[in-house]
């Protein structure tokens, strides 16, 4: 066990060393030497009045910001006794089912390029080049045959994986399954119960005010709204990234929303940023990969037949080719319990030295992947600054909801979790359900996976994300899970099959999410 003074110290001198090699280190070096010529800068007094002007030309809420960002998105050291995968994934368990699953996928990716016949990246022809630089902005118009590509896999086949995980050592025999958990994950991993959940978000109590509720006893509706947005406004002057993540869990007026979310992921757009994005989108142009298909493909089965986010096409080709480029992706492998795919230079098989990540980010998109972006569209206009809201939101959160872990924010323990809750507050839906084979996880997996976009109408998803990131969490989406099952009771107790419970619940997107959040939570006995 690791003590809290040795953990604060490896903490410290990792987000030391992270920041180093950051352009806000080079800039702030650059103010200080640029301090060094004001008459207020004193010889003997040196190092404070240093440290005063960047306090007071805010460079020093800016440092605190990416402190801040840093912690939420790295998490706690381990032991330092402790072998570096256990960063990634503590069970080991948990590491091989991931490891056996990237197998799986990669030879799903491997035979469909040999049965085309298509190379995995290839040297776009000037003309080509020319071309996609020219449609750039319009490719949602171009057509390709993509008939012969299939994703490389939907959520209906990652939920399979998951429902044969097991703990070897919890294989004896002698129990039917851990603690008579009825539902299709059989792990044994803690998840939280009600009472815990109303702990962890007691912001959305019935007696506090939010965005997303129409009438509250409390407090009217209008008056809340004015004045949740005169404090929104004055957290977006004081550039706090924390002040901002607790202010969100109330949720955000419309109009602060994208402000407020690029703070909250210390996201600026500098110059250097663009130039970044710019880069992207050269190698996209130069070079055609196999994943482009995929991508395309994916936006065209997904995307383009939504009411909400067909008009947004341009973008998601946009942001999800050069996000398939970002090398700097990479970064989150080593917390996450995945390991981006190798690929050799033709006739070097097997020789490290010329193995190569692919795609080059490590990601191979599935079936809804575009779905992560879509929403994000509606916020921001300005493709960089998509790109960028979206690349931090992908490594902070949605890599999660598509890889094998134990963490809490893990698709896994949010199937348990949702699982659990209803298993413990709705017993006769969850057994009567399970009776006619439509066993509950089976209809929402697809909800949680994509975190409910596409379900949800635009406004409600909005609202839902706010919480995520003021929350830094994912578990609320296994608490709206069960809630709409909560919501649906009755009419779910009448079905008498998996087809009749889907019909059910096809439809979310007249749902209110967070009276359904706060009913739940809040108005059930435990």
Same mark, same amino acid.
């Given at each position: 066990m690791?003590?809290?003074d040795?953990g604060?110290?490896?903490?410290?001198?990792?987000?030391?060393?992270?920041?180093?090699?950051s352009?806000l280190?080079?800039?702030?070096?650059?103010?200080?030497?640029?301090?060094?010529?004001?008459?207020?800068?004193? *010889?003997?007094?040196?190092?404070?009045?240093?440290?005063?002007?960047?306090?007071?030309?805010?460079?020093?809420?800016?440092?605190?910001? =990416?402190?801040?960002?840093?912690?939420?998105?790295?998490?706690?050291?381990?032991?330092?006794?402790?072998?570096?995968?256990?960063?990634?994934?503590?069970?080991?368990y948990?590491?091989?089912?991931?490891?056996?699953?990237?197998?799986?996928?990669?030879?799903?990716?491997?035979?469909?390029? %040999?049965?085309?016949?298509?190379?995995?990246?290839?040297?776009?022809p000037?003309?080509?080049?020319?071309?996609?630089?020219?449609?750039?902005?319009?490719?949602?118009?171009?057509e390709?045959?993509?008939s012969?590509?299939?994703?490389?896999y939907?959520?209906?086949?990652?939920?399979e994986?998951?429902?044969?995980l097991?703990?070897?050592n919890?294989?004896?025999?002698?129990?039917?399954s851990?603690?008579?958990?009825?539902?299709? /994950?059989?792990?044994?991993?803690?998840?939280k119960?009600?009472p815990?959940?109303?702990?962890?978000?007691?912001?959305?109590?019935?007696n506090?005010?939010?965005?997303?509720?129409?009438d509250?006893?409390?407090?009217?509706?209008e008056?809340?709204?004015?004045?949740?947005?005169?404090?929104?406004?004055?957290?977006?002057a004081?550039?706090?990234?924390?002040a901002?993540?607790?202010?969100?869990?109330?949720?955000?007026p419309? =109009?602060?929303?994208?402000?407020?979310?690029?703070l909250?992921?210390? /996201?600026?757009?500098?110059?250097e940023?663009?130039l970044?994005?710019?880069?992207l989108?050269?190698?996209?142009?130069?070079?055609?990969? *196999?994943?482009?298909?995929?991508?395309?493909?994916?936006?065209?089965?997904? =995307?383009?037949?939504?009411?909400?986010?067909?008009v947004f096409?341009d973008?998601?080709?946009?942001?999800l080719l050069c996000?398939?480029?970002?090398?700097?992706?990479?970064?989150?492998?080593?917390?996450?319990?995945? %390991?981006?795919?190798?690929?050799? /230079?033709?006739?070097?098989?097997?020789?490290?030295?010329?193995?190569?990540?692919?795609p080059p980010?490590?990601?191979?998109?599935?079936?809804g992947?575009?779905?992560?972006?879509a929403?994000?569209?509606?916020?921001?206009?300005?493709?960089?600054?998509?790109?960028?809201?979206?690349?931090?939101?992908?490594?902070?959160?949605?890599?999660?909801?598509?890889?094998?872990?134990?963490?809490?924010?893990g698709?896994?323990?949010?199937?348990?979790l949702?699982?659990?809750?209803?298993?413990?507050?709705?017993?006769?839906?969850f057994?009567?359900?399970?009776?006619?084979?439509?066993?509950?996880?089976?209809i929402?997996?697809?909800?949680?996976?994509?975190?409910?976009?596409?379900?949800?109408?635009?406004?409600q998803?909005?609202?839902?994300?706010?919480?995520?990131?003021?929350?830094?969490?994912?578990?609320?989406?296994a608490?709206l899970?069960?809630?709409?099952? =909560?919501?649906?009771a009755?009419?779910?107790?009448?079905?008498?099959?998996?087809a009749?419970a889907?019909?059910?619940?096809?439809?979310?997107?007249?749902?209110?999410?967070?009276?359904?959040?706060?009913?739940?939570?809040?108005? %059930?006995v435990?």
């Open positions: 690791l003590d809290p040795s604060i110290s490896l903490t410290i001198a990792r987000i030391v060393q992270r920041l180093k090699g352009s280190h080079s800039q702030l070096e650059r103010q200080a030497r640029v301090s060094l010529h004001k008459p207020e800068i004193k *010889l003997e007094s040196l190092k404070e009045d240093i440290k005063d002007f960047l306090k007071t030309s805010g460079w020093e809420k800016k440092l605190q910001n =990416a402190v801040y960002s840093q912690l939420n998105v790295f998490p706690s050291p381990c032991h330092p006794a402790a072998p570096p995968e256990h960063m990634k994934e503590p069970l080991a948990m590491r091989k089912a991931q490891g056996s699953w990237e197998k799986r996928i990669l030879k799903s990716l491997n035979s469909m390029c %040999t049965e085309l016949g298509i190379p995995l990246a290839q040297k776009r000037a003309s080509e080049q020319k071309e996609l630089l020219n449609k750039w902005n319009e490719m949602g118009t171009d390709p045959d993509l012969l590509f299939r994703p490389v939907a959520p209906k086949d990652f939920l994986v998951l429902m044969n097991r703990n070897p919890y294989e004896n025999g002698d129990q039917p851990f603690r008579n958990h009825l539902g299709l /994950i059989q792990v044994p991993l803690k998840v119960d009600i815990e959940l109303k702990e962890d978000f007691t912001e959305l109590g019935l506090i005010g939010q965005l997303g509720i129409d509250s006893a409390q407090v009217p509706p008056f809340f709204e004015n004045e949740h947005v005169r404090v929104g406004q004055k957290v977006l004081e550039q706090d990234s924390a901002a993540q607790q202010y969100v869990r109330q949720g955000c419309t =109009a602060l929303r994208a402000d407020l979310w690029a909250i992921l210390n /996201i600026s757009n500098q110059p940023d663009i970044y994005y710019e880069q989108k050269s190698n996209v142009i130069q070079h055609d990969l *196999l994943v482009d298909s995929l991508i395309y493909k994916d936006v065209k089965l997904t =995307a383009s037949n939504d009411d909400y986010y067909f096409e973008y998601l080709y946009q942001v996000f398939s480029r970002d090398t700097s992706v990479l970064e989150h492998f080593t917390y996450s319990s995945a %390991t981006p795919p190798k690929s050799y /230079i033709r006739g070097k098989l097997g020789m490290e030295e010329y193995a190569v990540f692919y980010n490590g990601v191979i998109p599935f079936h992947f575009s779905m992560y972006v929403p994000l569209c509606f916020l921001y206009h300005e493709p960089s600054k998509l790109y960028q809201i979206f690349r931090e939101m992908y490594v902070r959160f949605f890599f999660r909801l598509h890889s094998i872990s134990s963490h809490p924010s698709i896994v323990s949010l199937c348990l949702f699982e659990t809750l209803l298993q413990t507050h709705l017993p006769q839906l057994y009567h359900l399970r009776e006619i084979g439509a066993q509950p996880l089976r929402s997996f697809k909800w949680m996976v994509r975190a409910f976009s596409g379900y949800l109408a635009t406004d998803l909005l609202l839902l994300w706010d919480r995520i990131l003021g929350y830094n969490s994912l578990e609320i989406l608490v899970a069960a809630a709409v099952f =909560a919501f649906r009755v009419n779910l107790m009448e079905v008498t099959s998996l009749a889907e019909a059910v619940l096809a439809d979310l997107s007249t749902l209110k999410v967070m009276p359904l959040l706060q009913i739940f939570l809040f108005a %059930t435990t």
